[in-house]
């Protein structure tokens, strides 16, 4: 079954520090790959998309993420955090053109300042 | 404001009742999807449209879920017989028309749900 799963939970970090934030997806063929991110009572918002071409996928508010075919992987990456950025991230795979996606379970991050 | 809206935000309802959410999704947006999202879980898909046409519902759609957008544009969600286990945040979602991958979902604020 096409799946997304999430590495961690809860992940607490002081500002300044280096965030990666793990995903993987299983094989289904054709994969395009989200993050999205949903601060304290706000709605999900797109971080980044990869659909084809250069594996590392630049996003908003400084955030990265690289695509791994081998690795059924699309981790999430920012190089240094900051208090602002404490949100919960979701992972999200779509197999079929326009059609639905599938979530992770969701990382919460908290940044300490 | 031009983003996905929902209505109501929040709906409290005793076990057996019937709800009805509202979705309105963005202007010229062909495609609209229903997900649900429970505390401590990533949203789970329910069904999408594409125009009026529903191609899409997910089996763990129970027959009390029922979704309708007669005209192309809003769409609605109801829920008869409420159950306790249909406690969640439900939350519509819209993307432009073209068939192109790169297309987006754009997600609303959510209903959150409350069964008693």
């Known amino acids: 079954a096409q799946s997304v799963s999430q590495h961690n939970h809860h992940v607490i970090l002081s500002e300044a520090a280096s965030l990666e934030l793990g995903c993987n997806y299983s094989y289904g063929g054709t994969v395009n790959l989200f993050w999205y991110v949903q601060y304290p009572g706000q709605h999900l918002q797109l971080l980044l998309k990869y659909f084809s071409g250069d594996p590392l996928v630049k996003g908003i508010k400084g955030f990265e993420a690289e695509f791994i075919k081998s690795k059924f992987s699309f981790n999430l990456r920012k190089p240094s955090v900051q208090w602002s950025d404490t949100a919960e991230y979701f992972c999200a795979a779509r197999y079929n053109q326009g059609g639905k996606l599938i979530f992770g379970q969701g990382t919460e991050l908290s940044v300490k300042p | 404001d031009t983003g996905v809206s929902q209505n109501p935000r929040h709906k409290i309802t005793k076990r057996g009742q019937n709800v009805t959410f509202r979705c309105d999704p963005i202007?010229?947006?062909?495609?609209l999807y229903w997900y649900r999202q429970t505390l401590g879980q990533g949203p789970e898909f329910l069904t999408y449209f594409q125009n009026e046409a529903q191609l899409e519902k997910s089996r763990l759609l129970s027959d009390r879920f029922s979704a309708e957008r007669p005209k192309g544009s809003f769409s609605t969600l109801e829920i008869q017989r409420t159950e306790q286990g249909d406690s969640a945040m439900y939350l519509c979602?819209?993307?432009?028309?073209?068939?192109?991958?790169?297309?987006?979902?754009?997600f609303g604020p959510g209903t959150r749900l409350t069964v008693l």
């Open positions: 979602a819209s993307s432009p028309p073209g068939g192109h991958s790169y297309n987006e979902q754009f």
């Open positions: 202007s010229e947006h062909n495609r």
